[in-house]
C-alpha cells in the first residue's frame, strides 16, 4: 500500500477534498461555489471564506467515505497554503491542521501552483520529468522546467493579466456570467477565429522570450466591442468569442513549445483551469505531435481546482511531524520564483 494522502484545497471558489494512494487516485470531491458568485460577476472573498466554512467538513468526510477509508489509515495530512485568497486558505489550514492535530498525523503544507504542475504525476497520465509544464489559470500564467517535481524551476510567467483573467474579463464584455471559461468556449464553437484579428501579446520578452501579456488583447476586445455597438456585439458575439479565445490559447501553445524546443525535453504538459478548454487541448497536442513530444494532458477535472493535486504536490514536499506543525499559516501570496512549498 502507498502513501495516503487526505488533502483539502480551499484557495478560491472550489471547496474540494480529496484522497489518493501513491498515484492513484481514491476520491476526488470539488463543491463549486461558482454559482453563488456568478450573480456578483467574480469571486467576493468574504462570500467564498465563509462557504468554505460550512461546506468544508462534508466535503472532506465525503472524501474519505468516497475512498472507504477512515481517517485513522491516512499516513499525511496535505492542505494548500498559498497562493489565494487569504480569508478562504484559512478555512483549510485551519481544517487540516485540526484533523491533523487530534488525529496525531503529519501535516504537508503545498503551493496551489505546485499542484496544478503535479497534477500530471496522477494515475492515469503519470507523466514522468524531465518535461515542460504549462500552467493557466484565474491567477496565474507560467511555464516551468520540471526535472523534479520537488522543485520546478520557473522559464516564464505573465507580466500582467493571467491567461483565466483575461478569459474571465472578455466573457462579462461579451455578457457571459462567471466564470467565462466554458460559456466562452461555448460561444466560440459557432463562431469564426479569423473574424477579428486580436493582438496576441509579446512577441518575445523575458529572459528565454517566454513572458506573457494578456493586458492588450483585453483592451483590443474592448474597443473592438466599443466600435460595434451594442446590436453590431449582439450580432458578432460569437465571432468576437471565437477569435479572443484564439489569442489567448496561441500564445500559450507557441511559448510552451518553444520552451519545449529550447530546454530539449521530450515531452510537455498543460494544467490550470484553462486547460480545460478544448482549443487550448487541441493545439498543445497537435503542436506537440509535430514535434515528436510526448503531452500530459489530465482530464478536465485535474485541471480545475481540486485536491487530488494538492495530494500529488505533497508526494514532493517535506512532511511537518505532529504537532510541529500548529504555528503553520495561509500566505496570500508566494514567494516570487519556486513554486516549491
Ligand atoms: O485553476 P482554476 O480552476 O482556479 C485558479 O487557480 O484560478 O482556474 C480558473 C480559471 C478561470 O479563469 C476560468 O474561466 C478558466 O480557468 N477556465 C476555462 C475553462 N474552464 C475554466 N478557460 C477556458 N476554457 C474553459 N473550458
Ligand atoms: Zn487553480
Known amino acids: 500500500m502507498g502513501d495516503l ?131 493557466a489559470s484565474g491567477g496565474h500564467t507560467r511555464l516551468d522546467l520540471v526535472d523534479d517535481y520537488a522543485a520546478p524551476q520557473l522559464l516564464g510567467q505573465t507580466i500582467d493579466d493571467a491567461a483565466g483573467e483575461a478569459i474571465d474579463k ?65 450580432e458578432r458575439r460569437a465571432d468576437l468569442a471565437a477569435s479572443y479565445q484564439q489569442a489567448i490559447v496561441r500564445p500559450l501553445v507557441d511559448r510552451l513549445m518553444r520552451a519545449a524546443d529550447d530546454s530539449g525535453v521530450p515531452a510537455v504538459s498543460i494544467g490550470g483551469g484553462v486547460a480545460a478548454n478544448g482549443l487550448l487541448r487541441a493545439q498543445v497536442e497537435g503542436a506537440a505531435a509535430e514535434r515528436g513530444l510526448r503531452v500530459a494532458i489530465p482530464d478536465r477535472a485535474l485541471c480545475t481546482d481540486n485536491a487530488a493535486m494538492i495530494a500529488a504536490a505533497a508526494a514532493f514536499t517535506l512532511s511537518i511531524p505532529w504537532p510541529d506543525f500548529v504555528g503553520e499559516d495561509a500566505m496570500a501570496t508566494a514567494p516570487p520564483g519556486g513554486i516549491a512549498a
Open 170 to 234: 472578455g466573457a462579462r464584455l461579451l455578457g457571459i456570467p462567471y466564470p467565462g471559461g466554458p460559456g466562452l468556449e461555448a460561444l466560440a464553437r459557432e463562431g469564426d477565429a479569423t473574424a477579428f484579428e486580436f493582438p496576441v501579446g509579446l512577441r518575445s520578452r523575458g529572459p528565454g522570450g517566454l513572458d506573457f501579456s494578456y493586458a492588450g488583447v483585453k483592451t483590443a476586445l474592448l474597443y473592438a466591442t466599443r466600435e460595434l455597438g451594442e446590436n453590431g456585439v449582439a
Open 5 to 135: 494522502v487526505l488533502a483539502i484545497e480551499t484557495s478560491c471558489d472550489e471547496t474540494a477534498a480529496a484522497v489518493v494512494e501513491g498515484r492513484a487516485i481514491r476520491s476526488n470531491v470539488v463543491a463549486s461555489q461558482a454559482q453563488l458568485h456568478s450573480v456578483y460577476g467574480g469571486v467576493v472573498p468574504e462570500v467564498a471564506a465563509r462557504h468554505h466554512l460550512t461546506t468544508v467538513n462534508a466535503v472532506v468526510d465525503r472524501a474519505l467515505d468516497d475512498a472507504g477509508v477512515g481517517l485513522d489509515q491516512v499516513d499525511r495530512i496535505a492542505v494548500t497554503r498559498r497562493p489565494g485568497l487569504i480569508g478562504a486558505l484559512l478555512v483549510g489550514v485551519a481544517t487540516a491542521k485540526a484533523l491533523a492535530y487530534a488525529a496525531g498525523k503529519p501535516l504537508v503544507m503545498v503551493d496551489h501552483l505546485h499542484g496544478h504542475v503535479a497534477a500530471c504525476w496522477l494515475e492515469p497520465v503519470a507523466l514522468d520529468p524531465p518535461f515542460v509544464a504549462l500552467t
